[in-house]
């Protein structure tokens, strides 16, 4: 058979202009492109960079005449990554749509329409592999483990039940050779950069871990991961590594270094081979002042900068979002990563019932930081995390087409044009 994956192109501004900051490779259509069984062939369209998306998708389409295409999306995609099932049915009524990825997983109940004839939950690479079993053998769909069949028989009950995740040494290694590693670039900090190098190099992702075992009441990742951190085996993460092209690596895990020990492994592995590049990684202040001599031994071997999420500037907003840590353990961290010359990326997050007060505290807190690059958000949570459910009944807009936390989905407390021109205000103060 012939199959298309596919990456959608995102309707809102806000997203698309991000990506002159950070435009990162399909890693997630990689990884399902590595599942399936031998004897078909497989393409992946990333419509992210086209100047028409639709009607590349269409070109697509009639030329390659795939008969599976699979489309993946986050929450702010659902609508698209629907009309896009739509257009397939258009073109090629009898193609096989099957829908995947992160809005799939925690909400599938939205693909629950005719054009889509599956649904993949959590990990893809196994459901979406049994899938294309199924197909080549005239099988039905039903019974697939974590895939959910659209129509009649649909389970809402099942649907409102996140998925189980496996092990990920079970997962594949991700195919690479599906799309031009070039394209994908980020703006990359460091404390000593070099003279001429870029601050946009290509940059390629690696998975080490998923999952986290905290409890952040606007995150859903503690949910999906059942509270725990899994891991891939070092050796395997090292010579994945190894294998790549770009000289830069970014981490796309919840969070790199929170298994200490297998982090030391990493290390170690990474270290084996002679590997010389640069990382960026996501990690907890209470990580790094748990562990610093981890972030010390990965700066010896190339990491550059860690993101830091210290989301507030007070300790009683930080308790409302259960983040178990206060503001002197982001400024401890902040402190430890700048003496081993390691950049932070410091993450703030503003709430829509922030006065006019807070945003001024807001301001003098980044303002009498030390040096960082800081990335500046509105609070949105994710579907189906604590603070989704608790407060979706006051959501005031489309939380599905607005979920770019750059919008408030609760009222403000000043009024919006007011809001956003404090929140602009941040980034130039």
Known sequence: ??????????????????????????????????????????????????????????????????????????????????????????????????????????????YNIDSIQAIVRGEGCAPFRAIVEALATGRPLTGIPNVMVPGPTFDEAAAARLPAYPELDDVPTPRRDLWDPSLYQCIWPSERHPDWHTLFPTV??????????????????????????????????????????????????????????????LAEAVEARGIRKRYFAWARSTTVNRSPEIFRRWREIGLDTVFLGFEATTDEELRDISKHSTVADNQRA????????????????????????????????????????????????????????????????????LHDCMHPLTPAALPLREFYRRFASLTWS
């Open 1 to 110: 058979m012939r199959i298309l994956l596919v990456k959608p192109s995102p309707k809102l501004d806000t997203v698309r202009r991000v990506h002159g900051l950070i435009f990162l490779e399909p890693l997630e259509l990689g990884y399902v492109a590595a599942a399936v069984p031998e004897g078909h062939d497989v393409r992946v369209l990333d419509l992210r960079p086209a100047k028409r998306p639709v009607r590349l998708f269409a070109k697509e389409l009639e030329a390659y005449r795939p008969d599976v295409v699979g489309l993946s999306g986050y929450t702010h995609e659902a609508s698209t990554v629907i009309a896009l099932s739509h257009k397939v049915r258009k073109v090629l009524s009898k193609a096989v749509v099957v829908v995947g990825g992160h809005h799939a997983t925690v909400l599938p109940q939205t």
């Open 334 to 401: 902040h402190a430890t990563l700048r003496e081993m010359d390691i950049a932070v990326q410091a993450g703030f997050m503003v709430r829509p019932d922030f006065t006019r007060e807070d945003f001024s505290r807001l301001r003098t807190a980044i303002k009498a930081m030390p040096p960082a690059q800081v990335t500046l958000t509105v609070y949105t949570p994710s579907p189906c995390s604590d603070a989704w459910v608790e407060e979706h009944e006051r959501f005031v807009c489309d939380p599905y087409e």
């Open 204 to 265: 390629q992702l690696v998975r080490s871990s998923f999952g986290c075992r905290m409890n952040c009441t606007f995150c859903v990742v503690p949910k999906l991961c059942g509270g725990r951190h899994m891991v891939r085996s070092p050796e395997r993460v090292a010579e994945e590594i190894a294998g790549l092209t770009a000289d830069h690596i970014y981490f796309c895990d919840d969070e790199t270094f929170l298994d200490a020990d297998h982090a030391a492994q």
